[in-house]
């Protein structure tokens, strides 16, 4: 489902939410397309207890409303929603790496999309309409390649596994104790 910002406020999320993604400074590229993509891209949940993570995206929209759960945002929860709200998850469950910015980076480049910078055209537009349909409907890696939580060895299916389990999966993995 392909959404549209239709309003003054629209736009101020999506700007708000998008300054949550740290970028390396030494990376100049644009990211405007691959985020607006992501946020035009409906999260569906398949997965018992993901709808979690579907209410911490919708959650968002409270936080940037001061607190106001009115229904001002038509649209279903996207992916860019979901993608910061669980780099939020991911920074407070994990003990290296704090910082939310860092984490959605992360999985941006988990996915295989910190190479879509501007403009989202052709081949590349392409790509990542593979790799966000991939990510929404579990076709990915059985070890979470090609999802946001790759793992080197995995005791259980990724694609089988709520994305909860998913990320603490790869926290424990990846934590240098």
């Known amino acids: 489902m392909v ?30 397309d691959l ?21 911490d995206g919708a959650d968002l929209r409270t936080e940037f409303l001061n607190g106001s759960r009115r229904k001002v945002f038509k649209h279903p929860v996207s992916l860019l929603e979901v993608l910061i709200a669980l780099s939020r998850r991911a920074a407070s469950s994990s003990l290296n790496q704090t910082d939310p910015g860092i984490w959605a980076w992360k999985m941006l480049k988990n996915l295989r999309l910190t190479k879509a910078s501007d403009p989202l055209i052709g081949q590349k537009a392409a790509n990542v309409e593979e790799i966000l349909e991939a990510l929404i409907w579990r076709t990915y890696k059985r070890d979470g390649r090609g999802g946001l939580f790759p793992l080197k060895h995995p005791r259980d299916d990724q694609t089988k596994q709520e994305i909860w389990n998913q990320m603490n999966a790869y926290i424990i993995e990846n934590e240098k104790l």
């Open 3 to 32: 959404l549209t910002m239709t309003s003054q406020l629209e736009y101020d999320y999506f700007t708000w939410l998008t300054s949550q993604i740290k970028v390396p400074a030494t990376n100049k590229n644009r990211y405007d």
């Open 35 to 55: 985020f607006q993509r992501m946020h035009d891209t409906e999260f569906v949940w398949i997965v018992a207890n993901d709808d979690n993570r579907q209410q």
